[in-house]
């Protein structure tokens, strides 16, 4: 059960997505600001507002747009999403994904970089609400229907990664992934990262994991993601 915890929280540059209640406030000073200003400009046009009356009223509408600035200024702050990956629980490819589709990336940009790969017609990828101990969240199937017994490395898999239609930020984020993995998997064997034959890591279920989840980070371009530690666990896995 993916019982993957994934908070965020959010700061929004004023030109992207600025809040409703300081958007409202700034909108209000700058009402009063301009009544103020023609109020007063009309009655020292009439003769009805002495110097000193004036300069209080002229006080008054400096103070406003002052204030006016501080608002937009702290508005204009560019400090992005934050991300908290909590997995103390335990944390793998599948329920990652199932975090940041519930966390509203759609499945589209999930699977756009798969297709855009040629990967499309190699697995069928399903998302699904369940629970865990009375806890929610969601489940992420990826069903293998890749029948050919290509067995891929790090050179296979990079060729794959350069020569695919990606924007560049995200192959950028694909590939640094993979090659991570790769010179991991090579300093274990003792051999060149480009001689690591991923096992596990390149069935397409893993594939679909790792390219979906760095497809979800460049969508949501968080600023910092941070994580806890997962804790040491054990059991046993079947592989090749």
Avoid at 8 to 14: H, Q, T, V
Avoid at 16 to 32: A, E, G, P, Q
Avoid at 164 to 175: A, C, P, Q, T
Avoid at 184 to 190: C, D, N, Q, S
């Amino acid at each position: 059960m993916e019982n993957l915890i994934l908070n965020k929280k959010y700061y929004y540059s004023w030109w992207k997505n600025i809040d409703k209640t300081i958007f409202s406030i700034i909108i209000l000073l700058f009402v009063v600001g301009l009544f103020f200003s023609l109020v007063s400009t009309s009655l020292v046009a009439s003769n009805k507002l002495n110097t000193n009356d004036f300069s209080f009223f002229f006080k008054h509408t400096i103070f406003i747009f002052l204030g006016l600035l501080i608002i937009f200024f702290i508005s204009s702050i560019d400090i992005k999403r934050l991300y908290l990956i909590e997995c103390s629980p335990g944390i793998s490819g599948d329920m990652l994904l199932g975090a940041f589709y519930d966390l509203g990336v759609p499945k589209k940009v999930i699977e756009q970089p798969l297709i855009d790969l040629g990967l499309k017609d190699l697995y069928q990828l399903d998302f699904k609400e369940s629970k865990s101990c009375s806890i929610r969240g969601i489940k992420a199937k990826v069903e293998n229907i890749d029948c050919s017994p290509i067995k891929r490395t790090w050179r296979s898999i990079k060729e794959l990664i350069l020569n695919g239609h990606l924007e560049d930020k995200l192959k950028k984020i694909i590939y640094e992934v993979f090659e991570s993995l790769a010179i991991a998997e090579g300093k274990v064997h003792g051999i060149k990262s480009d001689d690591v034959h991923f096992h596990e890591i390149g069935a397409i279920d893993s594939l679909v994991d790792i390219i979906g989840v760095c497809a979800a980070l460049n969508y949501l371009n968080p600023q910092r993601v941070y994580c806890n530690e997962p804790m040491l666990g054990k059991g046993f896995v079947q592989t090749e």
